[in-house]
């Protein structure tokens, strides 16, 4: 059995760098994407159905835990809805849980959580994404890290809604760190890691291939998708003030009250989703053993 701080720690030390100082090949600095985004230059994905996520936890851990659940240890406290204070991990250094559990909408920016910036092999996992998922870059603050297109899942993330996952080695990192500070970024996908990485001279590293499929996921969340940014869960300055009519617990529950049905959240719970209970009971029945890395390749 899991500890509680194996649950629910990011994988050990993240280091993430900031990406609001790059100028390589054209890239826009997050103040940029967020104006871009403010002012419609830039699609704000309104529809996104697909996540995904890094972890060092294997498939077998998370079905074990029934899912992924939110991040950082400590007592709840107001700061831990507050999506900037996510963003920064601020729960990691002041002690308090994180009502959220992160998610990317691309790709490419997954690879550093998987590695632990290249420390360590891993897994990338594709969810679906299901309306208690926040559009972060959407959310109306400047953020140190807007590459990372963000999708923050309140409550967790339930293993049922888990598509497939590929194991991604360490070698992937400095690949991944490459592109990932390039306009085209985190295009990058996973059918064309190996070629996206021969391109900068990585060519003798073995890639995953194809994803594996979960064979627990349910179609039920194909009629979904995520929400959209929540500005009054912001938790930066200005937004505390524009939307200061509630407490971010308020803002929180309200939201979860609209979009937590999807993943079957109980507000006795608040703001968790359940993962306990929802885990499978009996033994995995998928066509390869669940750890398994070989059908990626």
Do not use: C
């Amino acid at each position: 059995m899991l500890s509680p701080v194996e649950a629910r720690a990011l994988p050990g030390g993240l280091l993430r760098e900031p990406l609001i100082a790059r100028d390589i090949s054209g890239s826009k600095s997050a103040a940029q994407i967020l104006q871009r985004r403010q002012s419609g230059d830039e699609p704000a994905n309104s529809v996104v159905t697909i996540v995904y996520r890094g972890d060092t936890r294997s498939p077998e851990q998370l079905r074990q835990l029934g899912g992924f659940p939110t991040e950082f240890e400590g007592p709840l406290r107001n700061e831990s809805y507050s999506l900037i204070a996510h963003h920064e991990a601020q729960g990691e250094g002041e002690k308090f849980q994180s009502a959220y559990t992160s998610t990317a909408r691309l790709f490419g920016s997954t690879v550093y959580f998987a590695t632990d910036a290249g420390k360590q092999d891993g897994w990338v996992y594709k969810i679906h994404a299901t309306p208690n998922m926040i559009d972060m870059n959407d959310s109306g603050f400047l953020q140190k890290y807007a590459r990372e297109s963000e999708f923050s899942a309140m409550g967790g993330v339930r293993w049922d809604q888990i598509q497939g996952w590929v194991p991604m080695p360490r070698k992937a990192y400095p690949a991944a760190r490459i592109l990932q500070i390039q306009e085209e970024t985190a295009r990058l996908r996973l059918e064309t890691l190996a070629s996206e990485a021969a391109d900068v001279g990585i060519k003798n590293a073995t890639w995953p291939r194809t994803w594996i499929d979960n064979v627990e996921y349910n179609q039920k969340y194909e009629q979904y998708n995520a929400s959209k940014g929540q500005p009054q869960l912001a938790g930066d300055a200005a937004n505390l003030e524009k939307h200061g009519d509630k407490t971010l617990e308020e803002h929180a529950r309200d939201f979860m009250r609209q979009n937590g049905a999807a993943v079957g959240w109980d507000e006795r719970y608040f703001p968790f989703i359940s993962l306990a209970a929802t885990a499978p009971a009996g033994p995995w029945k998928g066509p390869f053993a669940l750890n398994s890395e070989k059908p990626a390749y």
